[in-house]
Structures are given as structure tokens and as C-alpha cells.
């Protein structure tokens, strides 16, 4: 009874490794290569776009159930992790331009998916999700959890985020703003904090899971390590490597979803995808021309921090030129936050 049981399990473990191990494996070489030619998140878009094109070329690509959840828990408290006391601080300095951003956020989030739907053919769930212009991983996790047209969703979105980081710093360089301002390092998270985060954030996770709250772990894990880190209890950052790893498994589990997606369909989310970052750049840039008038700061700093790309993205372009990134990065976590509460809240009333 004990050989015919082991028997009857072994196939299934010997299948998981025997998909799981070649999906990582192209995965870090699709971080590898990005990172040579400099594309933007590489160790997220190299993964998704290599095992993506492998899928569909009928390659078997799997990222078990237990390592994804663990993946979402580590991106989670990364995410949680930018709300910083200084961020909070900064937040609360500029309430016109986050009231600004705020709408800004439901006219891009309903204008967008309407052209989704009606111009590109998606269904309500896949077009607001493709629609929302929030953290990369963020909206991919959300995805991956729903169950909805994962491959549309994640082309939309990277199509977004490249457009954005190769066009912003050219708008920019165009104006020829510089600046001189600096974020706080917290350095790097200590041991005790770190376990602390991530039990809150096991739990939480564990909690909304009760109430049915889609992508429980990350959400959980979000707001677990935004607490944690916004009242200082847990500061300092996540290690590289680790937020590195999850980040390429995710970019791997993004490309498992690609089975079925023919040229036709790769081609039509890339469109969407462009379509849908010129709407986005639009109606930002609107916002932050109003909130640069009415509060007296200039036009460039306002589109990083309006920008609908990705907050470390963002941030990351704010810090380089020195254009006030305690600001840009204060509304990229604030968009981020909004969006947590309010795509959830609109997820549940399509299914309602």
C-alpha cells in the first residue's frame, strides 16, 4: 500500500520539477539579457517576456502554488515598504495636488477601460484591471489571483511602463529641469523587524483570505508592512537579492499565462497597450498642469509624480535628477494606496 502510494505522488513532484526548474532558469536569463540592453524593471519584463514567448511556443512553464504565495508576500511587504514616515510627512504637505491626483485616478481608471472594452473586445474584469494604472507588480498580482486574461493584462501594463520610463526622462531632459533634493536611506531592514513584518503579514493575509478579499496575500502583506513602516516600527528595506528573486518569479509566473494567445491577440495587447498609454500620459499630464499652477511648483515634477508608471520607476527617475523625490515619491504611494482600497472594492462590485 506504501509503494503504491508513493508511486501515485512521485509523477506529480517529478512534473513540478521538471517544468518549475526550466521556467527559472529561463526566467534569470530573460532578466539577464534585459539587464544588458538596460529595458526598464528587467528582473520583472525580462522573465515575463521570455517565458512568455517559450510558452507559447509549447514550452510546459510552471511556478508552483506555494512558491507564488510566497512570492506575493515578499512583493507585498516591499510594496508596504516605501510608505515611509517621510513620505507621510511630504504627503501631507501637498493635500490640493494628492486631491488633484485622486481624480485624475477614476477619470484614467473609466475612460480607459471603456476603450478597452469597446475598442479592443475585453471583458469588464480584464479591462479594469489592464485599466489601473498602479504598481507593476501590483496589478499583475491582483491578476494572477483573479483568475482573468492574465497575458492581455500584463502587456497592456508592461507596453505602459516602457513608453513611460523611455518618455518621461526625454520630457524632462526637454524642459531642462534639475534638481537637488534627496530621500532618506533607512538602510536595511533588521532581522527582528523583518520576521515581525512578515508574521503580520502572513496573518493579515490569512484574515482577508476569510473574507474573501482578492489577492489576500498581497494586499495583506501590503498593508502589514505599510503600517509597520509608516509608524516606524519596521523601517529600513528588504535585501536586493531578495526582492530580485520574487520579482523574476513573477515576471515567470506572468509567462505561464500566455498558453492559447495567438499573433492576433499578441498584437491586439499591444496596441491596447499603446492606446492605453497615451489616454494615461494625457490625463496625467492634464492633472499636473492643474496641480503646478495651484501650488506653485514646476510642470516636470508634477508629471513624474502624476506619471502612471511604476512607483520604483518613478521614484527612481525622481532621485536621479534630483526633482523633489520625497514628493514623487509621496504620490506614487498615495495613488498605490488608493488604488488598493478602491480596485478591490470595484472588483467585488463586477462580481456582484
Known sequence: M????????????????????????????GAGLFWLIGFPAYMLTGPAAAVSVATMLGLKSLIPLPLRNVVFVVIGVSIGSTVTPEVIETALTWPISLAILAVTLVVLIFSLRAILMRGFGYDVMTATLAATPGHLSYVLGLSTSMGVDVARVALVQATRVLLLTLCVPLLISLWGMTGTAYVVDHGAISLLAAAVVFAAALALGLIFKRFSIPAPLLLGAMAASAIGHGANLTPGNLPIWLTSLAFMVMGCLIGTRFRGLNRKGLLGALAAGAVGTLVSCAVAA??????????????????????????????????????????VAAHHVVRLLILSVAVPLLIVRIKA
Open 2 to 29: 506504501k509503494i503504491a502510494k508513493a508511486h501515485r505522488v512521485r509523477p506529480t513532484a517529478q512534473r513540478i520539477v521538471k517544468e518549475t526548474l526550466p521556467t527559472l532558469a529561463l526566467g534569470a536569463a
Open 286 to 327: 492634464i492633472g499636473a498642469v492643474i496641480a503646478a499652477r495651484l501650488i506653485g511648483l514646476p510642470p516636470s515634477v508634477l508629471l513624474l509624480a502624476f506619471a502612471p508608471g511604476g512607483v520604483e520607476i518613478m521614484a527612481a527617475l525622481a532621485v536621479s535628477t534630483g526633482l523633489e523625490p520625497a514628493l
